[in-house]
């Protein structure tokens, strides 16, 4: 039986609630229960029953009852008064951080993972088998995590694996896969990690993170560029294991909104994949994104979400009919247009990691409809001059708003590492066989031939559904990961620049001189639909609403690039984008896949709703419990140990 030495925790005197900390508690797993309690969803819900892991609640009750196990310091785990909180928002301080003498002693750890249930994983870097000062030292095992590393299911499968290191800080790959001579340590990631499976455990580490001062961080897939769900000294909450998917029936009716039809409630772990197949097998389609593992109910929606079917139905966020949410207080509750409006308009397109943590959400379904893809491409060669090149790809450009305008979502690159040749793949039409789509192409096809660019290579393909569209079209393997060693800017476009011929040819010369230096760019043919059916009064960045193009453009620096090279390649990167920002003065870029650099992110990923979520920020959040780079309200906070154009994770989060 571990005797629980409450006086060490004594440490913790420039906290009023040390005081009630008492001498000593027994504490084991036989002697105190998993603080949980079973609650069943009723009228102040959504409407919808709970998913089993929801009805697991932390509730006073239990908070009540811990007293019983004699600890008397149970204001770790207690609940907070938003209000009460709003007027003491100037007494923020550095989180705390491990080594600070108010950093919780081994015991209290220890009493935090009984109460949930073992949840609790102390972290450790899952390249650390590769290093021999770490006492998880295997080098067979490390061959194994070496190549494993750079798919996307071995990061999601890892406690502190995530997509992009860059952010992170680079702390601990596998030997082969970074610098000569590199250490591991923990570096940007979390000191601990609760591996949720009920939404009990949920609130318990929001309350224990709060109530301590605490770093907390959310990841589910780990999929965010910007490193927003990993931190050094944090305590983070894992939603990867709540996948389940429920099918709400063809007839679902949801009061709040009038909608009535198909809808799924979808757990906030559950990947791409699965649910479009739960559709799929019930002839439905639903809007997500164009990757298999991309988290749906996580970082996607809460940032907007595109999707093969933008150009359809508008942006995932505006298909969410309520949420349900654990608050920064540490409640509970349900979340749609009647209960919270503010909070409902901000979690559809606000951002993950600000307003509380999303555990569910129902969403609507729509009818199957097939696809039709057409790949092609085309490059300067022995017939076709630079000049002429351009002129073919202004050609294609032109095209946009009436493709967007069409229902499609065209994915294309341009590669200039050698001589410039441009790549459609795909073409992708909604509710269209090939002969519908090579109708709308052949328009194109013949302005390209009459420029002299010959097009050998048009492909058309046909699938029943989205998800034989993806499947057809982006292998599981291309989904590279694990990766630290590029970085991406990107820019929304909006519909104006195409009515006025001086704009359109202003941004189509700033798009060449681009990619002509910096040698790939991507882009999305795309535009948020207009959907009277869904209620798309909400945060997604107003920019979507006048987008037709999506358009990413990369950095990239070598495996051996010090932190010193990859600031400069960062910065060169926010330069080369400035033409992009002239050429769109008023518009935007996708939170989701934006430079962590961008100027002015408030303005680029928020638009007009800035100030108002900021407002909403401090209402909901009036600790700033969560934190993520360009999330809103993060202005206020800032990383220690930082060099200009590449802010990390790896440092204190303390107040500016
Ligand atoms: C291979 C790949 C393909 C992509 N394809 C698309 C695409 O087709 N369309 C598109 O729009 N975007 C796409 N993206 C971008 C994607 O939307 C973002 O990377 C997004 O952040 C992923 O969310 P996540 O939950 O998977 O990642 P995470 O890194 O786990 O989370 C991202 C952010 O959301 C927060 N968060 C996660 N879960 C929750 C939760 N339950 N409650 C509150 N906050 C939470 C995290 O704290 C973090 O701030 C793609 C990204 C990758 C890597
Ligand atoms: C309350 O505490 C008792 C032990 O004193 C425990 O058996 C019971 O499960 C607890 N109930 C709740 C709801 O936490
Ligand atoms: C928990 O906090 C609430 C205030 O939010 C307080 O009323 C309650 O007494 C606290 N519970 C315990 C067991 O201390
Ligand atoms: C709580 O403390 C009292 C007094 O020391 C003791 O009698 C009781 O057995 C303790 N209860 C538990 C559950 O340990
Ligand atoms: C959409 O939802 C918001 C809450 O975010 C609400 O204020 C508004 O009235 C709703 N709009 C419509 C048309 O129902
Ligand atoms: C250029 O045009 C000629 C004549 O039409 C043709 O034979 C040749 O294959 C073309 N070259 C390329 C690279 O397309």
Redesign the pocket.
Same mark, same amino acid.
């Given at each position: 039986m571990a005797r629980f030495v409450f006086a060490a925790a004594l440490s913790l005197t420039n906290l009023a609630l040390a005081q009630t900390i008492q001498d000593g508690v027994d504490a084991t797993p036989e002697t105190v229960a998993p603080a949980v309690e079973k609650v069943e969803a009723d009228a102040s819900t959504s409407g919808v029953d709970y998913f089993p892991f929801e009805s697991s609640q932390l509730t006073?009750n239990v908070?009540?009852n811990?007293?019983n196990y004699n600890l008397t310091n149970? *204001?770790l785990f207690?609940?907070? *008064?938003t209000e009460t909180a709003t007027q003491k928002r100037a007494s923020r301080a550095c989180k705390t951080y491990p080594g600070d003498r108010s950093w919780p002693i081994r015991p209290i750890w220890d009493l935090l993972n009984i109460l949930l249930g073992g949840a609790l994983v102390e972290g450790v870097p899952p390249a650390a088998p590769c290093y021999s000062d770490w006492p998880q030292y295997d080098e067979a095992k490390c061959a194994s995590i070496t190549s494993q590393w750079q798919t996307p299911q071995y990061q999601l499968s890892q406690p502190l694996g995530i997509q992009y290191y860059a952010f992170e800080g680079v702390s601990c790959l596998p030997p082969t896969l970074t610098r000569t001579g590199a250490k591991c340590t923990l570096g940007g990631m979390p000191s601990y990690v609760v591996k949720a499976t009920n939404v009990a455990q949920i609130q318990l580490a929001v309350n224990f993170a709060r109530n301590l001062n605490l770093r907390l961080i959310v990841k589910n897939k780990g999929h965010d560029f910007k490193a927003k769900s990993t931190g050094a000294g944090s305590l983070s909450i894992w939603t990867n294991a709540l996948d389940s998917i429920q099918y709400l029936g063809s007839t679902y009716s949801h009061g709040p909104s009038g909608y009535r039809g198909p809808a799924f409630k979808v757990g906030a772990g559950v990947q791409a994949l699965p649910l479009y197949q739960a559709a799929d097998k019930l002839g439905l389609h639903i809007v997500g994104g164009n990757t298999r593992t991309v988290g749906i109910g996580g970082g996607y929606t809460a940032g907007g979400g595109h999707s093969p079917l933008l150009s359809m139905y508008g942006m995932a966020a505006d298909q969410v009919l309520s949420m349900e949410v654990v608050l920064p207080n540490g409640r509970f509750v349900s979340v749609d247009e009647k209960k919270y409006p503010d909070l409902f308009f901000a979690l559809r397109g606000g951002g993950g990691s600000t307003w509380g943590i999303v555990t569910s959400l129902v969403i609507r379904a729509y009818p199957k409809k097939p696809v039709s893809t057409l790949t092609y491409s085309f490059g300067v060669n022995a017939n076709v001059s630079k000049e002429t090149f351009w002129k073919g790809v202004d050609a294609v450009f032109a095209k946009f708003p009436e493709y967007a305008d069409e229902g499609m979502y065209n994915y294309w690159s341009i590669s200039c590492m050698f001589d410039c040749s441009f790549s459609m793949a795909p073409q992708w039409g909604n509710d269209m066989n090939s002969a519908k789509l090579k109708t709308l192409s052949t328009p194109l096809f013949d302005e390209l031939a009459g420029l002299g660019i010959t097009v050998s290579d048009a492909t058309y393909k046909e699938y029943d559904g989205v998800l034989g569209g993806i499947e057809g079209t982006w292998s599981a393997e291309s989904e590279q990961t694990g990766v630290w060693n590029f970085n991406t800017g990107s820019r929304l476009f909006p519909r104006s620049n195409w009515d006025d011929p001086t704009k359109l040819a202003a941004q189509n010369a700033a798009l060449r001189q681009s990619v002509e230096k910096a040698g790939l760019m991507l882009g999305y043919n795309m535009k948020a639909a207009t959907n009277p059916s869904v209620n798309q009064t909400n945060a997604v960045n107003p920019a979507w609403r006048q987008t037709v193009l999506h358009a990413l453009l990369g950095a990239t620096w070598s495996q051996e690039a010090t932190p010193e090279d990859i600031a400069a390649a960062n910065k060169n990167l926010v330069e080369m984008m400035q033409p992009w920002r002239d050429a769109s003065p008023d518009a935007g870029a996708y939170l989701n896949e934006a430079d962590i650099n961008e100027p002015n992110w408030q303005q680029a990923f928020y638009g007009s709703n800035y100030a108002y979520l900021y407002q909403l920020k401090q209402k909901y959040d009036p600790w700033g419990l969560l934190w993520a780079p360009t999330a809103v309200g993060s202005e206020d906070w800032y990383v220690t140990n930082q060099i200009d154009y590449y802010p990390t994770q790896n440092g204190k989060l303390c107040p500016k």
């Open positions: 006073p908070i009540a811990l007293t149970v *204001d207690n609940f907070s *008064d």
